[in-house]
């Protein structure tokens, strides 16, 4: 197990500004982390710097167990897929992840059925729609069998009916065991699919609580104005 | 007016009867121009890649100094190949100058910048769009320089073939290290230029046809092949 995850004093700078201020948070096995905050937060950068695409100006990010990188996966805003089969693109992630080749065909095809694409599995990926796409996204996630999933924004760019599928197979990983640790703008998705809130301001970790304690009695003020602006009508 | 529709159809019978000097010339230029693309293909894709990809002191001064070489002139490129490998040269005991391999030497170096110049371009784009997600997978250094590669084969085809119209069309290059020797080292352009000069217009207007076919051809080619790919892989 690489968790638990700890942030220690982290910060990150790009172009003279301050994206994340000295973040603090220990991050346990168990509960789908949701990181919520208005645009510009750093909720994307802070994903970044857990998952290590990112190196922090100052602080520590330290993993728990051996091989970290590899034991994790990150599903992005919009899916990046390669110019092949979409089945090719889960065999491409197997093959980085060093399954042995002849385990790879079964895996990818499991993976695809997984989130309901196996019937498209010899389409080109980039002739696939938006929510496909997407889906074909977690099912390479999926044959990797992370032990932590990150997932920034996955359904800001897609239409209800993709998003319910996204959210589907995104609780398919948390029962399956998966750590999720997801940014998103969807309040009602934070509380569909989340244990615990971590609310971000200006690059500071400013609140941490379960979902619905989060979104009933919110302790910063920073958080109660940024409930009111997104949900004004409660 | 009256003499250019009387070298016109001249030029075309010379065409139609299937001319054996005509022939000899023609498959000359191919040999030459398409070896010499071939070499700088080899060579370019590779660096143009690397140079994408790569994050190393003096990368920026290396991008500059390619693309400005990509406007090299043919005519200072022959004269170089020239002094390497006349007799006095460095390179004079390998007897090369005046022989068909001088011609492609000169016409690799020609065309290299060109070709590595547009895959740098082209690989960086794609490098933009596509880093994170190969990283988070694992993929980094060769591996990811190579996916990279293979994703937008489709849209390396128009590299080389702009290799392929600047080597095919150039005259100043392989005019001074061929020396346009009749039977050895005579191509398409030098004869175009040579036969203009004394007043053969009918040979020298066959050629210009054929050559302009030629690129016209392989322009085609490259579209179709493109868009049959575009339409395969998205």
């Not at chain 1, 301050?18 to 645009?39: C, F, M, Q």
């Not at chain 1, 244990?195 to 304690?213: I, K, M, S, T, Y």
């Amino acid at each position: 197990m690489i968790l638990p995850l700890t942030v220690e004093a982290a910060s990150f700078v790009a172009g003279g500004r301050t994206i994340i201020d000295r973040l603090t948070a220990e991050i346990v096995a168990g509960p789908s982390t949701i990181i919520l905050g208005a645009n510009g937060a750093g909720k994307s950068v802070l994903m970044r710097l857990m998952h290590g695409l990112l190196v922090p100006a100052a602080g520590t990010i330290s993993w728990t167990g051996e091989n970290a990188a590899r034991r994790q996966a990150m599903v992005f805003q919009r899916p990046v897929l390669l110019r092949r089969t979409a089945i090719a693109n889960v065999i491409y992630a197997l093959k980085l992840a060093h399954v042995p080749s002849r385990e790879r065909g079964p895996l990818a095809l499991e993976a695809l059925e997984s989130v309901g694409l196996a019937s498209l599995a010899r389409r080109p990926a980039r002739a696939l729609s938006g929510g496909e796409q997407q889906r074909l996204a977690l099912a390479r996630a999926w044959a990797l069998h992370p032990e932590v999933l990150f997932l920034d924004e996955p359904t800001a760019s897609l239409d209800p009916t993709s998003t319910r599928e996204i959210e589907r197979v995104i609780q398919a990983f948390d029962a399956a065991g998966t750590k999720i640790i997801m940014a998103t703008h969807n309040l009602g998705q934070a509380r569909r699919l989340g244990d615990e809130v971590l609310f971000l301001h200006q690059g500071r970790l400013v609140e941490r609580a379960p979902v619905e304690e989060f979104f009933l009695r919110p302790a910063s003020p920073e958080a109660a104005a940024f409930i009111k602006g997104e949900l004004p009508w409660v | 007016m009256d003499s250019l529709s009387q070298a016109a159809s001249q030029a075309l019978a010379l065409v139609a009867s299937g001319d054996a000097t005509l022939g000899a010339i023609v498959l000359l230029s191919l040999e030459v121009s398409l070896a010499a693309v071939a070499l700088a293909t080899l060579l370019g894709l590779p660096l143009g890649a690397a140079l994408a990809v790569g994050r190393f002191p003096g990368r920026r001064a290396l991008v500059v100094l390619l693309n400005a070489l990509m406007g090299l002139p043919p005519v200072v490129v022959g004269l170089i190949v020239y002094l390497m490998l006349s007799r006095a040269g460095p390179l004079g005991e390998l007897g090369l100058l005046f022989t068909p391999r001088a011609m492609v030497v000169a016409q690799t170096i020609l065309v290299l910048p060109i070709i590595a110049a547009l895959c740098r371009q082209a690989v960086e784009d794609a490098w933009a769009e596509y880093e994170e997600q190969l990283r988070s997978l694992g993929a980094s250094g060769v591996t990811a320089a190579l996916t990279l590669v293979w994703d937008i084969r489709f849209s390396l085809v128009t590299a080389v073939l702009a290799g392929l119209g600047r080597a095919s069309a150039e005259v100043g290059a392989v005019m001074i290290v061929g020396g346009n020797i009749d039977g050895v080292t005579r191509v398409m352009t030098t004869t175009i230029a040579l036969e203009t000069s004394k007043g053969d217009l009918p040979l020298a207007l066959a050629l210009g046809l054929i050559l302009i076919l030629l690129v016209i051809a392989l322009n085609a080619a490259a579209a179709y092949v493109k868009d049959a790919a575009q339409r395969r892989y998205g």
